[in-house]
């Protein structure tokens, strides 16, 4: 059974524009939630972390907030550049161990 | 630098053949991961372990085997490669308790079984 889920599997934004990708999980033991970028042809790269014990992460351009009575999360890239055009994963992990959780991922595609 | 590398980077096999991925990482994690990503279903865990000796089996693990006997490594073998293990590989370490930064990824094998 899927704990985490991306029910989009592609979103397509104009550059410039905000881009919000979501993401859903059902664990409530899960406390700590990672976003990856991955671009064709190579390994997913690290972008942005939050714990459970806070409601938003910001770096640069990208913020991750956190709705944990909904199990919820979000990554919102602002403002949205070509660069930016990869597919994105959300991950989950308990503290209690050293697994990480994959979504689906969406691919994001940034028009310039 | 550090660095996690995969080989081989493309694999056509046929199918019945014993397969085996390597995966070698200089991060001096303890904490190491297998991976297959498919259309669909995102990266399921195949393999992982937390140190030299240590081997758990993930979601996906049938058909699939691994062993650590040293920190940097660990191997992917397919005992009988099958068609449905056609599929990206993707390797990962991780330091223990170091959540909130995640793993560090191989650049992946392509597999193909024919």
């Known amino acids: 059974d899927q704990q985490v889920k991306q029910n989009s599997p592609s979103l397509s934004v104009q550059e410039g524009r905000i881009s919000i990708l979501n993401c859903d999980y059902t664990?409530?033991?899960?406390?700590?939630f990672l976003w990856y970028k991955k671009y064709p042809a190579e390994g997913p790269t690290f972008l942005i972390s939050?714990?459970?014990?806070?409601d938003k992460n910001e770096d640069g351009r990208f913020t991750v907030f956190l709705n944990k009575s909904a199990k919820h999360l979000s990554l919102h890239i602002v403002p949205s550049q070509p660069g930016d055009s990869a597919v994105y994963f959300c991950?989950?992990?308990?503290?209690?161990?050293?697994?990480?959780?994959f979504g689906t991922g969406t691919s994001l595609t940034v028009i310039p | 630098d550090a660095e996690i590398t995969q080989s081989p980077r493309h694999k056509i096999t046929e199918t019945g053949r014993q397969v085996t991925l390597a995966c070698h990482q200089t991060w001096n994690h303890n904490n190491m991961f297998w991976y297959r990503q498919d259309l669909g279903h995102g990266l399921r865990l195949i393999h992982y372990?937390?140190?030299?000796?240590?081997?758990n089996k993930g979601e996906v693990s049938d058909g699939y085997s691994v062993s650590r006997s040293n920190t940097e490594d660990l191997p992917l073998t397919l005992e009988s490669a099958a068609s449905s293990q056609t599929s990206v590989y993707f390797c990962?370490?991780?330091?223990?308790?170091?959540?909130?930064?995640?793993?560090?990824f191989g650049p992946g094998t392509r597999l193909t079984v024919t």
């Open positions: 664990n409530s033991m899960f406390d700590y």
């Open positions: 939050i714990s459970s014990i806070k």
């Open positions: 991950a989950a992990s308990a503290s209690t161990g050293n697994q990480f959780y």
């Open positions: 990962a370490s991780s330091e223990s308790g170091r959540l909130m930064v995640g793993q560090y």
């Open positions: 372990s937390y140190g030299v000796q240590d081997t």
